[in-house]
Nanobody
């Protein structure tokens, strides 16, 4: 049974930083892409960042490029999202997801497993 557990969410003022972590179990972590998505009430879940199975390739949503950094530690079965220069519009529930293949994709249906989500709140 695959489980993804996120941690690191919280409240921060605009301009601040947070680091999210997601630890996976139940599947060969190093074989699959990992991604981060986010969702606010009344809106669809949106792609934030993705990382290839070996960690050397990443993709980002335009809205977070240059501010967020996705990375992974395959020896720890963990993916991270370092969020810097946070803005109030970054407020959302953040979800990590494990891909169906080793290459990261932009759409939800390309991800097979999801964490429970962690709240990030950025105040102005």
């Amino acid at each position: 049974q695959v489980q993804l557990v996120e941690s690191g969410g919280g409240s921060v003022q605009a301009g601040g930083s947070l680091r999210l972590s997601c630890t996976a179990s139940g599947r060969t972590f190093s074989a699959y892409a990992m991604g981060w998505f986010r969702q606010t009430p009344g809106k669809e879940r949106e792609f934030v960042a993705g990382i290839i199975w070996h960690g050397s390739g990443t993709i980002y949503a335009d809205s977070v490029k240059g501010r967020f950094l996705i990375s992974r530690a395959n020896t720890k079965n963990t993916v991270y999202l370092q969020m810097n220069s946070l803005k109030p519009e970054d407020t959302a529930v953040y979800y990590c997801a494990q891909g169906r293949t080793g290459n990261p994709k932009l759409t939800e249906d390309e991800y097979a497993y999801w964490g429970q989500g962690t709240q990030v709140t950025v105040s102005s």
